[in-house]
């Protein structure tokens, strides 16, 4: 099993920055990507930003220019800045990453939550 640890979040006001770290370990033969996800209150949870091994990154449109995704692939980690925050961006960060727990088993893992909460 890959373990999925958040930090970071919190309350901010509308136009700050708030930064949050992921780290993943337990049984990783190999990470494919590693992203993060949010899902607002009443919504469905959707990709904000990931990132895979090679260093190829998608962003959501919403966040384009203002979000910043990186990653630390010595360990394990994957990282998400974020600037000119709005209360749009209120919801529940997941971090996410799909990977390999053996040289066959794969699976898409997830974190807890952390919790950003914009105030206008």
């Known amino acids: 099993q890959v373990r999925l640890v958040e930090s970071g979040g919190g309350l901010v006001q509308a136009g700050g920055s708030l930064s949050l770290s992921c780290v993943a370990s337990g049984s990783i033969f190999r990470i494919i990507s590693m992203g993060w996800y949010r899902q607002a209150p009443g919504k469905h949870r959707e990709l904000v930003a990931d990132?895979?091994?090679?260093?190829?990154?998608n962003y959501a449109d919403s966040v384009k220019g203002r979000f910043t995704i990186s990653r630390d692939n010595a360990n394990n980690a994957v990282y998400l800045q974020m600037n000119s925050l709005n209360p749009d961006d209120t919801g529940i960060f997941y971090c996410?990453?799909?990977?390999?727990?053996?040289?066959?088993?794969?699976?898409?893992?997830w974190g807890q939550g952390t919790q950003v909460t914009v105030s206008s």
């Open positions: 996410n990453s799909r990977a390999y727990s053996t040289v066959r088993d794969w699976g898409d893992y």
């Open positions: 990132i895979n091994a090679g260093g190829a990154i």
